[in-house]
């Protein structure tokens, strides 16, 4: 952890940074709604700006962006989640629109145009599929868009779902072969226990790999990123995600959505949220 962030190169972050050409960067939905069933206008302007400063810099960014449901709820005035599968699907489809719609404005002023990419689990479970899903992504890339991925959920049943964004994205980070996987949340990474709950709880600032002591961490001492009674975000597939990008030599920041100018602080090395290095670095993986 990060007493040994120094002793090999690759156990500092710098190390993993030096190169980022291409970046995935997925937003949940309590960053893009602040806990609302509407989207937080400067919160999204915020997430905007800053893929668009990354972007100005000639770094290729994937949004993978959560959202759609609890928007398509405060438009459908459902004051609860459905528990029924048609009523997600029906949320997932209004929300989707206008998540998009957002997004195509936001950009728009940066001069970015922006491409929806829906996929289902079978996009990414068939060979042939996932990688056609992946050149459509170096397609968008080519024509300057920037990509914004969700799960398909007005289409998708609970026995064909991926069901978890973090997952998605995990996905998303593979098949473009991205040098790093940003995902942003609402506690600033993982720490020792509930920071909710444990006032001596501290921030893990640099894991190698994913070790059974972070897994057991996130299963229990810290398994949700909010506090108490606001909702249901769990640590548990963030470190999952983790784990399926540094196995394939990419390195995932697990960071505070809210937290100022967060992704270039992430890419210029601060020291913030948990870094998830691989065990091994890319050039090795490729070969
Ligand atoms: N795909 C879901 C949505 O857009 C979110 C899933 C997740 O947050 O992990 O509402």
Known sequence: MSSRENDKPRHSRSFWLQSVRR???????????????????SGVEDIVRQISDVRAQGVEVVLVSSGAIAVGLGRLGLARRPTSI???????????????HSYESLFRAHDLPVGQVLVTAGDLADRRRYVNFGNALNSLFEFGVVPVVNENDSVSVDEIRVGDNDTLAAHVANAVEADLLIVLTDTDGVFTADPHTFSDAARIPFVEGVSAEVTCIAEERHATTRAPGLGTGRMVTKVRAAEIVTASGIPMVLAHGAEEGIIGRVLDGADVGTFFAPAAPRSARRK
């Open 23 to 41: 970046l995935v960067v997925k937003v949940g939905t309590s960053t893009l709604t602040r806990g609302t069933q509407t989207l937080d206008a």
């Open 86 to 100: 048609g009523g997600l699907q029906a949320a997932a489809s209004v929300g989707q629109n206008l998540l998009m």
